[in-house]
């Protein structure tokens, strides 16, 4: 459970900075890679952190 909102979280982050960078005009394949690579460090942060939480 704490894995989905840590990801439901960094999915919001995740729109908003794509959002204003389609808003700078920034070229589409530059946003999904940002994107991607935020989407891989949520992943990362968010089973780090719900791990740690759930053995204690």
């Known amino acids: 459970m704490t894995?989905?909102?840590?990801?439901?979280?960094?999915?919001i982050?995740?729109?908003?900075?794509?959002?204003?960078l389609v808003t700078l005009h920034v070229a589409q394949h530059t946003v999904e890679i940002v994107a991607?690579?935020?989407?891989?460090?949520?992943?990362?942060?968010?089973?780090?952190r719900a791990r740690s939480r759930d053995k204690t």
């Open 36 to 48: 991607v690579i935020l989407l891989g460090v949520a992943v990362i942060t968010g089973a780090t």
């Open 13 to 20: 982050l995740i729109a908003g900075v794509s959002w204003g």
């Open 3 to 11: 894995l989905l909102i840590y990801l439901a979280g960094w999915i």
